[in-house]
């Protein structure tokens, strides 16, 4: 596609459910990000994916986080036993390699 | 990593310059300067980035203090469409991850 695609735009849970966001990067890039921002809050970083190698999981709060890139393209973001701290939006970045970062319009979660 | 500092705020008027400044005394020598901003509901987009020399694109741009510990975001005619959080960002040149922090947030006013 010409941009970031994701999904579901619009998530809305109940607490303690499990939930999967989907990024589709641009195609050929290598890099793939995830970051969230609640509301009225800076972006934080969560997992960074570079080619093969080892993904930076630095910035996951928690082990209820997890993400995967298969076949080094679309990536899932599942948060498990979701809690209303985990209430943000959740973007997705990729890039070619060379720093600037293409985003998309983000997942907002929403945790009742 | 080396860490940005921005005013938590600025304001201009439509069609006047605006100078957003950022701080950067650690920048390593490595380091990129990159410019991101982001629009009410919406993801960040890049704006531009430099190493040393000034830059300019059809956006904006960016003067590099001669010691690289400062730089300065121009957008030579403000409009209301660049009301947005603006973040400056230090960034190896590589792919790696980019850690924004609080950004300026600029209002345009008529």
């Known amino acids: 596609g010409a941009g970031v695609s994701q999904s579901p735009s619009n998530k809305v849970t109940e607490k303690g459910k499990d939930v999967e966001l989907r990024c589709d990067p641009i195609s050929g890039h290598t890099a793939l990000y995830w970051y969230r921002q609640s509301l009225g809050q800076g972006l934080e970083f969560l997992i960074y994916f570079q080619g093969n190698s080892a993904p930076d999981k630095s910035g996951l709060p928690s082990d209820r986080f997890s993400a995967e890139r298969t076949g080094g393209s679309v990536s899932t973001l599942t948060i498990q036993r979701t809690q209303q701290e985990d209430s943000a939006v959740y973007l997705c970045?990729?890039?070619?390699?060379?720093?600037?970062?293409?985003f998309g319009e983000g997942s907002r979660l929403t945790v009742l | 990593d080396a860490k940005t500092t921005q005013p938590n705020s600025m304001e201009s008027n439509e069609e006047e310059p605006v100078h957003l400044p950022c701080n950067h005394s650690t920048i390593s020598g490595t380091d990129y300067i990159h410019w991101y901003r982001q629009l009410p509901s919406q993801g960040p987009e890049y704006v531009i980035h430099?190493?040393?020399s000034n830059v300019n694109n059809r956006m904006a741009s960016l003067a590099i203090a001669e010691d690289r510990k400062s730089s300065t975001l121009i957008l030579h005619r403000a409009t209301l469409r660049d009301a947005a959080v603006y973040y400056c960002i230090l960034n190896t040149g590589t792919a790696s991850k980019l850690t924004f922090g609080t950004g300026t947030r600029l209002q345009v006013t008529l």
């Open positions: 970045a990729s890039s070619l390699g060379t720093g600037e970062l293409f």
């Open positions: 430099g190493l040393t």
